[in-house]
């Protein structure tokens, strides 16, 4: 399977991050220059409107960056967009957070339940997720959908567990459709 554009650009970056030792330092640049991205719509806008020049687009991230992001990051900016990868950007910063958080020990989960989850619920999701995982730490992002009807569902990178009543029901329906036949 062909790897994302997003993973082979942040893994590029990744090695080179461990190679120079600043994983620590480059995420928190990296999340920065993100934000400043998000907080500035009309600069991607810039980046990726067909009738500006590759050229100044070069410029304008270097003069936007150069001297407030490390060398790399600046690199790494020019190369996506010399690429034509800039829609990619926002991918690729993530795609390189979630590496460096995964070498730290830090999970993120994703956690959805019909309705909102007390603080002591929650607190008690998050231990029993350290308990059953090998995460350090846990970064739980919680979810309402009432479709849910009650259970929760619970997704930690390419992992899901699914104890939701909908799920069971669907279940127990195509159980009964087969059962008919």
Known sequence: ?????????????????IEKNKTGEWKEEIEAVKAILQENPQFNELM???????EEKLKLAEEAFAGKAD???????????????????E??????INLVKEREGIGTAWVTTAKELSAA????????????????????????????IAGMIIR???????????????????NLLQAQV
Do not use: C, W
């Open 156 to 174: 930690i990178g390419d992992r899901v567990v699914d104890s939701t009543v909908r799920t069971r029901l669907n279940g127990l329906t195509r």
């Open 91 to 96: 991918a690729i910063f993530d795609e390189f």
């Open 71 to 89: 060398p790399e990051i600046v690199g790494l900016i020019r190369i996506v967009i010399e690429k034509d990868r800039y829609t990619q950007i």
């Open 121 to 148: 619920q929650k607190q008690a999701v998050e231990k029993k997720l350290l308990d059953t995982t090998d995460y350090k730490a846990m970064e739980v992002n919680y979810d309402i959908d009432e479709d849910v």
């Open 48 to 54: 990726v409107h067909p009738r500006i020049l590759k």
């Open 1 to 17: 399977m062909a790897k994302l554009v997003s993973s082979t650009y942040a893994d590029a970056l990744f090695e080179l991050a």
